[in-house]
């Protein structure tokens, strides 16, 4: 479903109005056009199944025992505050029948960012995509993200990120998937 863009708009010179401001002074007469704007961005994944992309994925004719993509720059709005968290995910998995090409996979990732989230939720819904949708032996997934709602309001904590983990199969066995934290660089 389309973002409907007007009633964006419309919200936000409410919120505008309600926090006292003029809407309609200068420097804030486009605000509302821009952030639906934006929104659209924001939010292009919602109903969108991030598996989808991976439906054009090949026979792996045996190739390969792990693939590892690192560092798969995302941005996403947590969906309890509507802030943004940016950050970085590490999707690896062992092939089993199918393989897809490397820019599927951030695909999935961007996808399910795409949407109100949560860190956890995201992690499990980038896993789960993968596992749906290329049945593979294993996966892991590791999201490092920085959050808005952390840093810029409450106990601010600027320098501080969060990370989360979710396993499938194979690469949910402690050793093998140490091997992969362990490429990866990250915790362990
Ligand atoms: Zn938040």
């Not at 389309?2 to 401001?21: F, K, P, Q, T």
């Given at each position: 479903?389309?973002?409907?863009?007007?009633?964006?708009?419309?919200?936000?010179?409410?919120?505008?109005?309600?926090?006292?401001?003029?809407?309609?002074?200068?420097g804030?007469?486009?605000?509302?056009?821009?952030?639906?704007?934006?929104?659209?961005?924001?939010?292009?994944?919602?109903?969108?199944?991030?598996?989808?992309?991976?439906?054009?994925?090949?026979?792996?004719?045996?190739?390969?025992?792990?693939?590892?993509?690192?560092?798969?720059?995302?941005?996403?709005?947590?969906?309890?505050?509507?802030?943004?968290?940016?950050?970085?995910?590490?999707?690896?998995?062992?092939?089993?029948?199918?393989?897809?090409?490397?820019?599927?996979?951030?695909?999935?990732?961007?996808?399910?960012?795409?949407?109100?989230?949560?860190?956890?939720?995201?992690?499990?819904?980038?896993?789960?995509?993968?596992?749906?949708?290329?049945?593979?032996?294993?996966?892991?997934?590791?999201?490092?993200?920085?959050?808005?709602?952390?840093?810029?309001?409450?106990?601010?904590?600027t320098?501080?990120?969060?990370?989360?983990?979710?396993?499938?199969?194979?690469?949910?066995d402690?050793?093998?998937?140490?091997?992969?934290?362990?490429?990866?660089?990250?915790?362990?």
């Open positions: 479903m389309a973002v409907d863009s007007g009633r964006i708009e419309a919200a936000i010179a409410e919120i505008l109005a309600a926090i006292g401001e003029d809407a309609a002074r200068p804030l007469r486009s605000t509302p056009k821009r952030v639906a704007q934006a929104y659209t961005e924001f939010f292009a994944g919602v109903g969108v199944d991030p598996s989808a992309v991976l439906a054009d994925s090949v026979a792996s004719g045996g190739l390969g025992e792990l693939v590892l993509l690192r560092d798969i720059e995302f941005r996403s709005i947590c969906e309890h505050h509507l802030l943004p968290f940016l950050g970085a995910a590490h999707v690896a998995y062992v092939p089993g029948e199918r393989i897809v090409g490397l820019g599927r996979l951030a695909t999935v990732v961007a996808t399910a960012a795409a949407r109100p989230q949560l860190q956890e939720q995201l992690t499990e819904q980038i896993a789960d995509a993968i596992q749906s949708g290329l049945a593979p032996q294993g996966v892991l997934v590791v999201v490092d993200a920085v959050h808005g709602c952390v840093t810029a309001r409450g106990p601010r904590q320098g501080s990120s969060t990370v989360t983990m979710a396993s499938r199969g194979s690469l949910s402690p050793v093998q998937r140490a091997g992969v934290l362990a490429m990866i660089g990250g915790p362990s």
